[in-house]
């Protein structure tokens, strides 16, 4: 998995122990091997401060969102997820997809109404419950997750 330096992950390398970019192609069959190994590092590095479950599920999420959504499921298309730890700010998380972006607002809420019984819809949802921060950047094509250090929630 690549690990140059980067200008796409907000962080700056001086204190960072970690940093992971990588891309993967537009398949849902690329998630959870990409997932797997990312998580792996964080573990070993002691990034995800007993919180890798959250980590974990937001990847899978934001992942698989960006493969169907912007990438329609197209393997040609690739998808670009950037990785940072350091202990004064927590973890950054950010993935890139080259669909159209969308309008975050105008997604309904998966706990009210009929949405309680969609099938879907719940990933960006479950994203913000998950992290401490999350915002959308460059008309809805890149996601920008953080989760602040321990003792900073």
Not at 92 to 99: A, K, M, N
Not at 119 to 131: H, K, P, V
Not at 137 to 150: L, S, V
Request: some cysteine.
């Amino acid at each position: 998995m690549p690990s140059e330096p980067s200008t796409r992950c907000e962080f700056s390398t001086g204190d960072l122990l970690v940093k992971l970019d990588t891309t993967i192609p537009g398949s849902v069959d690329a998630v959870l091997p990409v997932i797997q190994r990312i998580m792996s590092v964080i573990r070993d590095m002691g990034c995800a401060a007993e919180r890798e479950f959250e980590i974990e599920q937001s990847l899978f999420e934001a992942l698989n969102n960006a493969v169907e959504h912007g990438s329609a499921h197209d393997p040609s298309k690739q998808v670009q997820c950037c990785v940072a730890c350091d202990q004064s700010r927590g973890m950054l998380i950010v993935i890139r997809d080259p669909g159209p972006g969308f309008d975050p607002a105008s997604i309904p809420s998966p706990i009210v109404g009929s949405s309680l019984f969609a099938e879907g819809g719940r990933g960006i949802y479950l994203i913000n419950q998950l992290m401490d921060e999350v915002r959308f950047e460059k008309g809805g094509t890149e996601i920008h997750m953080r989760m602040n250090p321990p003792g900073r929630r």
